[in-house]
């Protein structure tokens, strides 16, 4: 049976500086990206734009502000970046133009909330495992205000914008389910990459415990190097997960709380996963001894077992 499904919305603030580093990953001018190596570069042709950029995005957006008129600050975020997407498994067996009609949809939602005068660029990732938006726009409001804030709003205002995306997607897609609130589970939302690689990573370990769990007398020998391998890559990721943690909670203080229960989480599922092989190779090993005992004729067990003590009894011998 399959798992809920849930339409996806996220959000991040950025500052003008940054914009450089988010053209580079959403526009794909990078021959490599060492730090997401789940992006296909043979699959990029096939990234498609609902809006597309007039230009760098730095420049589009001073561009915006300038025309716009209104009041800039030397901290004023100059840009919020959307993440749209969906459950994994809403996706499998999508025909690219099912997968367009799903991001048209979504981005309907969004022109009736933010101008589209104000969008940057929208583009649609299909070259990493989970199609995915990323909808960049100036945080220009209806009265030509520069906030981010009041277009975004509080943890209220964030649970409003999840239920009214939930609301209009599920018109389209009434397999949707409405995910816990921000307010109800009191958890601050990650900025969209740092939730992207929580999502891989979530991936990972499932699919290591599933080989974890695959294991059998017969098959462990191929498989132990294969899990061992891929626990080095889970670890290795955590790590890098983490590091990245540390720095979205020193540029975001609000953050703080949810960085600390993840890393809390990561340390429990890297300990999780080890206790799980560690069971299994005692049991393996248990099942390899019973396997060993059953080939052995009983009369010789029998035997063994009633010799001096000096001798070592068979399950002695099979336990070795």
């Not at 921000?182 to 939302?189: D, M, N, P, Q, Y």
Request: a positive charge; charged letters at 30%; hydrophobic letters at 35%.
């Amino acid at each position: 049976m399959a798992g809920a499904q849930y339409a996806i919305l996220r959000f991040a603030k950025y500052k003008g500086p940054t914009l450089s580093r988010i053209e580079a990953h959403n526009e794909r001018t990078k021959e490599a990206y060492a730090s997401n190596p789940d992006i296909d570069t043979q699959r990029s042709k096939l990234n498609f734009h609902p809006a597309k950029p007039k230009g760098k995005y730095r420049q589009v957006s001073d561009q915006i502000i300038r025309e716009s008129g209104c009041r800039v600050r030397k901290d004023s975020v100059t840009a919020v970046e959307v993440l749209i997407t969906a459950s994994p498994e809403f996706f499998e067996g999508k025909k690219p133009r099912e997968v367009k009609e799903f991001f048209d949809y979504a981005l309907e939602f969004m022109k009736s909330k933010q101008d589209e005068s104000t969008y940057i660029s929208a583009v649609v990732h299909v070259d990493e495992k989970t199609p995915h938006m990323h909808l960049c726009f100036v945080p220009l409001t209806p009265d030509n205000r520069l906030s981010a804030k009041t277009i975004i709003g509080n943890k209220k205002k964030l649970t409003q914008w999840q239920d009214e995306f939930h609301a209009h997607m599920v018109k389209k897609y009434p397999d949707f389910e409405r995910g816990e609130s921000a307010s109800s589970t009191g958890r601050v939302h990650l900025p969209p990459r740092q939730y992207k690689a929580a999502v891989q990573l979530t991936a990972q370990r499932e699919a290591l415990m599933d080989k974890i769990r695959s294991v059998t007398v017969f098959n462990m020998k191929s498989l132990l190097p294969e899990i061992i391998a891929d626990m080095d890559k889970y670890i290795r990721g955590a790590e890098g997960f983490k590091t990245q943690l540390v720095k979205v909670s020193r540029k975001n203080k609000d953050l703080e709380s949810e960085v600390a229960a993840l890393e809390q989480q990561l340390e429990s599922e890297t300990k999780s996963i080890l206790q799980e092989l560690q069971e299994k190779q005692r049991l393996l090993e248990l099942e390899e001894k019973e396997r060993k005992l059953q080939n052995i004729p009983q009369e010789i067990i029998d035997r063994y077992n009633s010799s001096d003590s000096n001798i070592k009894k068979v399950e002695d011998i099979a336990y070795e």
